[in-house]
């Protein structure tokens, strides 16, 4: 899978899933990805203000509250 529809499939889950909070483990798991390419998914998506990092290690969409 190219590297722009993966991010594009990444984005749609967050969106499909109001309240996803993932960790990077949990995300490569999720994804089906090692975690280094979840790591530069996460990080597309974060550069794009999509997701950000809680202090808690998790990313969350950027429009979502997180605790």
Same mark, same amino acid.
């Given at each position: 899978?190219?590297?722009? &529809?993966?991010?594009? &499939?990444?984005?749609?889950?967050?969106?499909?899933?109001?309240?996803?909070?993932?960790?990077?483990?949990?995300?490569?798991?999720?994804?089906?990805?090692?975690?280094?390419?979840?790591?530069?998914?996460?990080?597309?998506?974060?550069?794009?203000?999509?997701?950000?990092?809680?202090?808690?290690?998790?990313?969350?969409?950027?429009d979502?509250?997180?605790?």
């Amino acid at each position: 899978m190219d590297f722009h &529809r993966l991010v594009n &499939r990444v984005r749609s889950e967050f969106i499909e899933m109001p309240g996803l909070q993932l960790t990077l483990p949990q995300a490569a798991r999720l994804w089906g990805l090692d975690q280094a390419a979840s790591r530069r998914v996460i990080d597309a998506l974060v550069e794009l203000a999509f997701l950000r990092w809680t202090p808690r290690g998790t990313i969350v969409r950027v429009d979502r509250a997180a605790a």
